[in-house]
């Protein structure tokens, strides 16, 4: 089936560092990729929607500056945190999907970001 | 804008036995997509099942299948047989098939646990 490589799966930084995470569509070509924020118990929160070689779609309330997210080829995107904080301690999953209708989203195993 | 519904935020079961998992949804169209994920403590995002809204079938896969009652917009997810194994979290999504930006619309999951 179609793997989603995350990387890294744990970083643990000091406030005000940015920090890098990659996801990679391994086997098949990513036309578009989500970028989630989850918190315990709770349920995956949309962060932001990107298409190859087309700035991010933002939700509501989610900080472009703060979150600057890269597809720069079907196969990879970038998140990165910038000047992170401790409220940024989070669990971040990726998700890519080729084309558009009917085709399911495959997610990556997720990365655990703590700020210290 | 489309909602998804899980009330139950937890569930038990007894190895072996049955359980049933609700989730309703709010819509205007008459084309989408319905899944159920499953994110058990590793936290990583595994497809379960997907329901066409188009097909009247219900989905099955193996021990795991759905109760899609489109017009009451409901969208039940049945585990047979549970096993240990099946003991996680479980969301309810919902997609539109339209657009190469539709998203997944998560409901706020239930929580699964399975009694040796």
């Known amino acids: 089936g179609a793997v989603v490589s995350q990387h890294p799966s744990r970083v643990i930084c000091k406030s005000g560092t940015s920090v890098k995470i990659e996801c990679r569509s391994l086997?098949?070509?990513?036309?578009?990729m989500f970028w989630y924020r989850q918190f315990p118990k709770q349920s995956l929160m949309l962060m932001a929607t990107?298409?190859?070689?087309?700035?991010?779609?933002?939700e509501q309330g989610v900080e472009k500056d703060k979150f600057l997210i890269n597809h720069a080829s079907l196969t990879l995107s970038t998140l990165t945190v910038t000047s992170a904080h401790p409220e940024d301690s989070s669990f971040y999953i990726c998700s890519a999907r080729q084309g558009a209708r009917g085709q399911p989203q495959h997610f990556g195993d997720g990365t655990r970001l703590s700020i210290l | 804008a489309q909602t998804v519904t899980q009330s139950q935020p937890e569930m038990s079961v007894q190895e072996a036995e049955t359980v049933t998992l609700s989730c309703t949804y709010d819509t205007s169209e008459s084309d989408y997509y319905l899944f159920w994920y499953k994110q058990p403590p590793s936290r990583q995002m595994i497809l379960v099942i997907r329901q066409e809204a188009y097909k009247q079938q219900n989905a099955t896969e193996n021990r795991f299948s759905v109760n899609f009652q489109k017009a009451a917009k409901s969208f039940s997810l049945k585990i047979s047989d549970s096993q240990l194994g099946d003991a996680a979290m479980y969301f309810c999504?919902?997609?539109?098939?339209?657009?190469?930006?539709?998203?997944?619309?998560f409901g706020k999951g239930i929580t699964l646990s399975v009694r040796p």
């Open positions: 990107s298409n190859e070689g087309s700035k991010a779609t933002y």
């Open positions: 086997d098949f070509q990513a036309t578009t």
């Open positions: 999504a919902y997609r539109s098939p339209t657009g190469a930006n539709s998203k997944l619309t």
